[in-house]
């Protein structure tokens, strides 16, 4: 059986986009499908298109919205790595981007001129996203000159907005109504933490209160895997975000470290002084350090400097504005919160590049899937 699939660059992310047409309904046989398309089963995911890596081993169906003011509906997956298991409880900000030059690319979104609006619905989260496409002279562009922190190849612009990020899974910005507060931890000392809905969950440690800086190199934050996941399984039931008797996961709450800003060396070898940035993060994908960040980590990290208290908030020495500097291992990431309300953001926008990178036949057996493509 094959399967016809769009691999893209989304930021920091490679996702395989596949239209709702060529897979089937059924959230069971989705799963089938992939983990066998994917190789899902082997930490290498050689006999199969995944990445092997958090952020290569994504996926994405996309479908005609029926939702009025929306274009396209997206189902997000984490394909396991190893698992031979998917994630379908959150969303990612980078595949969206990849999402919205699909559309465009793939007719599903009509070109209005130099900039092409996509409105974008996740179907994991309800979430609401806007891409806007870099199609100058009214085409559609495969190559760019966007770059990301996190690669020095350049793409398709798209700003990328999340509407009304405050409360999209558990209702509130702030679930457990604290700024901040001591989270008890398993075999480990309390965490001061903030535990943030916005984008997606997020439990944000206060790094200097637990004996880290924020900075951490990728190799640091590889060591401190298992302590950051006991952090992550602590937050999930006082979130809400998990029922009694619930076995915890690892993609939501989405969880990190946030610190002063320092002077320190990007994965690719730039130089960052301290002056440069406003706070220092440094997140999981799943469970190994993000190469960079996160776009729905980014939203709640914006989202919470603007909460007094809030360990953003503290660490930045007061409420933040519009713009607010992430330090990441990458480089610099810059978001910016708008149409503030109440203290909550109704938009906030983070500039992103896309490209195509291939159209595919996916290969899968049998047993990977019930009927043909």
């Not at 984490?78 to 298991?85: L, N």
Request: charged share 15%.
């Amino acid at each position: 059986m094959h399967t016809p699939a769009t691999l893209v660059r989304g930021g920091t992310s490679k996702c395989w986009l596949f239209n709702q047409v060529d897979v089937p309904a059924g959230r069971g046989e989705l799963e089938k499908l992939l983990v066998s398309a994917y190789g899902a089963t082997d930490p290498v995911e050689l006999d199969g298109v995944g990445g092997a890596t958090p952020t290569t081993s994504k996926a994405a169906v996309v479908s005609a919205s029926p939702e009025p003011g929306v274009d396209v509906d997206y189902l997000f997956a984490q394909v396991g790595i190893g698992t031979g298991s998917v994630e379908w409880t959150s969303n990612c900000g980078n595949c969206a981007t990849g999402v919205a030059l699909y559309a465009v690319a793939k007719g599903m979104v009509a070109i209005t001129g130099d900039r092409t609006r996509v409105v974008m619905r996740n179907s994991n989260t309800g979430a609401v996203l806007e891409g806007l496409v870099d199609t100058t002279g009214g085409v559609v562009h495969h190559f760019g000159r966007q770059t990301v922190p996190g690669t020095r190849a350049g793409g398709v612009a798209v700003g990328l907005t999340f509407r009304d990020p405050a409360g999209g899974t558990t209702g509130l910005l702030l679930p457990t109504g604290q700024a901040a507060q001591d989270l008890p931890v398993a075999a480990a000392e309390p965490v001061r933490v903030s535990m943030v809905d916005a984008g997606a969950p997020v439990v944000l440690v206060d790094a200097l209160a637990a004996g880290r800086t924020g900075a951490e190199a990728l190799e640091q934050m590889g060591a401190d895997v298992p302590w950051l996941r006991t952090v992550r399984h602590a937050a999930g039931p006082v979130m809400g975000l998990l029922e009694p008797g619930d076995e915890p996961g690892d993609a939501v709450p989405k969880v990190g470290l946030v610190g002063p800003p320092v002077p320190y060396t990007t994965t690719l070898g730039e130089q960052i002084a301290a002056d440069d940035y406003d706070i220092s993060v440094r997140m999981l994908s799943m469970n190994a350090p993000h190469p960079a960040i996160g776009l729905t980590s980014a939203v709640a990290v914006a989202a919470a400097g603007l909460v007094e208290g809030s360990v953003v908030c503290r660490t930045a020495g007061g409420p933040t504005e519009e713009w607010l500097r992430l330090g990441t291992p990458a480089g610099i990431v810059a978001v910016r919160c708008t149409d503030v309300r109440d203290g909550l953001p109704r938009r906030v926008t983070v500039q992103r590049a896309a490209r195509l990178l291939a159209d595919a036949r996916i290969y899968v057996p049998d047993s990977g899937r019930t009927q043909a493509a």
